[in-house]
């Protein structure tokens, strides 16, 4: 059964513009660093909705909605810092990294903000992953699996699980060179076991080999898994997490218009019969 | 100070049906949201009588300057409403407007009386874009069909009833006269356009049950013309609608006839969009006084 997981963390009311502090190339994608002064640092799995104060309706009249996007990274920014050399500003509050790539006119008008620019910011919306004990007793360790650039939320994931010492084991699987990145950026201080499909780098494969490999070898119940990627990936992980009896969490997407429960668009089934509203029962949905 | 049908409101501005949840708003951003509730008076999802899971994904697609939705009126029902979102929503600082649904006119009395004995609910609106099951035919496309369901539903309620008309007929201003001849006390318009997208990646449609309604600023000027066709045709108060993002856009379906204004899509792109508009409305009458 998929269950909501964990509560959220609670946003401020309505958007904010956020500044742009730095934009870069990350592999094939791009991470965007936002500074929000004024909300809450958000918890792993959380997302925000962003939309570029300029040029949104910028080809065709779209695109006309926010885009969501999982944090990939989130920092307080406790001392003051300089954002801006030029001018010698100092800005504080917390800097939400971004993993974007460009698979329409939304995303795409996203890969092109640049340092300085202005974007509106909803959030953090969205529950958040559980701790392992919290889905398995015996859970003494996490594994974080992702696929392409689902592997988004599983940076903040494993950063928050290294400050509280809990062992953590990481996969991530890309279809090719050019649908690849976040890696030196967000994954750059952990040991990361690496699939693809091409065979660029690490296993030639997918990513759900090395996690099949990885759980056959470990008695069941020590670890919780956690997932996100594309559709087929995640169905693949819940089920070879169900047939072995490992607990698992899954970050799940779907067409979102508003992010905070107000349009019905972000359905997806619940088994048993009905819907979950992605954007407040999930991103985060429980299996098994 | 804004009146409408009797209920004071505090600004001209409320949300339309089924684009706003107050109760999931709540969750994600506490009670910030109420201190700072955008809408004059709320309007809820439209209720049946039977609770409805909805319609099988996908339910939304964008479009230039909108977005096609067919959501298919999830809902917990009339008792599931009564005992779980009722209490909640009465805790709102305004007043509350239940939106309801039925294919029939026994069903429709039934959910209006039961209502009806809440004081919580200050007014009902009907959403009347739905088959009748006996005749087969969208009470909201047939005048005498809506003429007939006001009749049914007039003596059951002395609550204001606000006909939702749609916009989805060749001349909605007859459907508004035969609503007031039903006695109704006011109408809003308009809904969603009927509209279809086709997924450049698979040939079909992107919506999965094939087309839905189209909101959002690309149908503002059909909202326009239909607002003043109404407003010639019918001296009832208008909530008018359809594609409102700004201060601005309030003023022109005020001018076109509407007594208010409703915020739907807009409130998915920026929550607090309902207040955004009141103040940029008040600031417009203000400069020009």
């Known amino acids: 059964m998929l269950e909501e997981a964990v509560d959220r963390r609670v946003a401020p009311f309505g958007r904010r513009l956020c500044e742009a502090i730095e934009a870069r190339d990350s592999g094939g994608y791009r991470v965007v660093s936002l500074l929000d002064s004024e909300g809450p640092a958000p918890e792993p799995g959380q997302f925000y909705m962003l939309a570029t104060e300029r040029h949104w309706q910028q080809r065709g009249e779209r695109p006309f909605l926010p885009r969501a996007l999982s944090v990939a990274d989130a920092e307080p920014l406790t001392s003051p810092f300089v954002a801006d050399s030029a001018t010698k500003r100092e800005v504080s509050g917390v800097r939400l990294d971004f993993l974007l790539e460009g698979v329409g006119p939304g995303t795409d008008r996203l890969c092109e903000i640049e340092a300085g620019e202005a974007v509106w910011v909803n959030g953090p919306l969205g529950n958040s992953f559980s701790p392992p004990r919290e889905l398995a007793p015996g859970a003494a360790g996490a594994i974080l699996v992702g696929g392409g650039i689902g592997i988004a939320p599983l940076a903040l994931l494993r950063r928050h699980f290294a400050a509280r010492g809990i062992p953590t084991r990481v996969l991530l699987g890309f279809r090719d060179r050019v649908h690849s990145g976040g890696l030196d950026d967000l994954f750059a201080c952990c040991e990361v076991r690496l699939a693809s499909e091409d065979g660029h780098a690490g296993h030639r494969g997918y990513v759900t080999d090395l996690l099949a490999a990885m759980i056959e070898g470990d008695d069941a119940s020590s670890a919780a898994v956690y997932a996100c990627g594309p559709p087929p990936m995640l169905d693949a992980i819940a089920k070879l997490c169900s047939d072995r009896g490992v607990a698992c969490e899954l970050a799940m997407e779907s067409p979102m218009a508003c992010g905070f429960g107000a349009c019905f668009g972000c359905a997806v089934p619940r088994p048993g019969g009905g819907y979950l509203r992605l954007c407040i029962d999930g991103p985060v949905v429980r299996c098994g | ?289």
């Not at chain 2, 599931?80 to 009722?86: Q, R, S």
């Not at chain 2, 429709?108 to 609910?121: G, I, P, Q, S």
């Not at chain 2, 318009?189 to 698979?202: G, M």
């Open chain 2, 1 to 289: 100070m804004v009146e409408l049908c009797g209920i004071e409101l505090a600004h001209p501005v409320i949300n339309a049906s089924g684009t706003f949840d107050a109760i999931a708003a709540q969750r994600v951003y506490g009670d910030a949201l109420l201190d700072d509730f955008p809408f004059a008076a709320f309007v809820s999802k439209t209720i049946t009588l039977e609770p409805r899971a909805g319609n099988e994904p996908q339910r939304i697609w964008e479009t230039p300057a909108g977005m096609i939705n067919s959501i298919g009126l999830p809902n917990k029902g009339l008792d599931g409403f009564l005992a779980e979102d009722l209490p909640r929503l009465a805790e709102l600082p305004v007043p509350l407007i239940v939106s309801v649904m039925a294919t029939g006119h026994e069903d429709f009395k039934r959910m209006v009386a039961a209502l009806d004995e809440r004081e919580e609910v200050a007014a009902f609106e009907l959403n009347i874009s739905c088959p009748n099951v006996h005749s087969g035919l969208i009470v909201g496309e047939q005048p005498a069909e809506t003429l007939a369901l006001l009749e049914a539903l007039r003596p059951v309620t002395p609550k204001p009833l606000i006909v939702k008309l749609t916009p989805n007929v060749a001349d909605p201003a007859a459907v508004a006269v035969a609503a007031k001849e039903g006695g109704a006390d006011a109408v809003s318009l308009i809904n969603t356009l009927k509209a279809s997208a086709i997924d450049p990646a698979t040939g079909r449609p992107g919506i999965a049950a094939g087309h839905g309604g189209l909101s959002g600023p690309a149908v503002r000027p059909i909202a326009v013309a239909q607002v003043r066709a109404v407003a010639a045709a019918v001296r009832l108060p208008i909530v008018g609608m359809g594609g409102i993002c700004s201060g601005a856009d309030a003023a022109e379906m005020i001018a076109a006839g509407a007594t208010v204004v409703a915020v739907g899509t807009e409130s998915f792109r920026d929550p607090r969009a309902g207040k955004r508009i009141a103040v940029e409305l008040a600031d417009r009458y203000a400069a020009m006084s």
